[in-house]
């Protein structure tokens, strides 16, 4: 139905068909039930229950306003900092209820790291910005974290770029190499989730196309949600895609049949254009 599948069913047959198959055998690592989330009086999310597998790409589209982004920070309590707002339901991450009282928020934000649309690297060095986190939980020891450094900048696909421009500061880097240093950043708390707010909508061509492939190669290890807008990258990274509408979760599954058979009239419209 959406060209970008077709693009996708070509570029990466053999590794789609590999997906949909260890996606059988997946377990859930993430599992909302009954979510409602309020800002103030105002109800963003309706009732979401929907369950997110391990080592996998999850996408979360439809228009504007619709709760995507609100949805995306409930899984990490980002929402926590926001003033004036509400959750009922629940969210279990490997089956703990995250919103439990005795839950270390920190710990879980390091367990569920978040990469924002908007790369965001610190005036500092390249090797400063990525071994902030592990030195704010107590990483001191230069040589562990100089290893660190070197791992999440590997696992981000920028060490070749940056391995000789340590000390030299994070903002000189271009866009998309900020982008995949915030990649680095969130790799080096040793993450399990990765929550991707539109990471490429600021990129250029090459650098969205470096960052899916980026996102690609890292759901070998990690369960990643992206919010995106765009549909052809939901298409192109993911493997289970969720249509949300007006704060409601109107349709989740494999992304290729949502993207070629949906199921719901509402999906079918805001895929083909119709709306949104
Ligand atoms: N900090 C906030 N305070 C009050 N209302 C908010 C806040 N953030 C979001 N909202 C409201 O919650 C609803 C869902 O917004 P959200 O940003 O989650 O949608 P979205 O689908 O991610 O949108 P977009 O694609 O435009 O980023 C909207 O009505 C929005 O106005």
Redesign the pocket.
């Known amino acids: 139905m959406l060209n970008a599948f077709s693009d996708l069913v070509k570029t990466r047959e053999g590794q789609a068909d590999t997906a949909s198959e260890a996606r059988d055998q997946r377990t859930t690592k993430i599992e909302t039930s009954g979510l409602d989330f309020y800002?103030?009086d105002?109800q963003?999310?309706f009732d979401i229950s929907m369950t997110i597998p391990e080592r996998a790409v999850t996408a979360?589209i439809?228009?504007?306003?619709?709760?995507?982004?609100?949805?995306?920070?409930t899984l990490n309590r980002m929402n926590d900092i926001?003033e004036?707002?509400r959750l009922t339901g629940q969210v279990l991450l490997e089956g703990i209820d995250i919103y439990a009282p005795a839950i270390d928020v920190v710990a879980l934000r390091k367990k569920v790291g978040m990469v924002f649309q908007k790369s965001t690297p610190f005036p500092k060095s390249i090797f400063d910005n990525i071994a902030y986190g592990p030195r704010i939980a107590g990483t001191s020891d230069r040589r562990k974290l100089t290893e660190i450094v070197e791992d999440s900048l590997k696992r981000a696909a920028l060490w070749d770029e940056v391995k000789d421009r340590m000390t030299e500061s994070a903002m000189a880097l271009s866009g998309g190499q900020q982008q995949r240093l915030c990649i680095a950043r969130a790799l080096a708390t040793n993450p399990d989730v990765l929550l991707m707010?539109?990471p490429a909508s600021a990129l250029d061509p090459a650098s969205t196309a470096r960052v899916e492939d980026l996102i690609f190669e890292l759901k070998e290890n990690y369960t990643i949600v992206i919010?995106t807008?765009n549909m052809q990258q939901a298409a192109r990274v993911s493997d289970t895609t969720a249509f949300?509408f007006q704060?409601r979760l109107i349709e989740v599954g494999d992304t290729r049949q949502l993207f070629t058979n949906p199921k719901q009239k509402q999906t079918e419209d805001y895929i083909t254009g119709r709306f949104g």
């Open positions: 800002y103030g105002q963003a999310l979360l439809g228009p504007s306003g619709c709760g995507k982004s609100t949805f995306l920070r926001i004036g707002t707010d539109e919010v807008h949300f704060g």
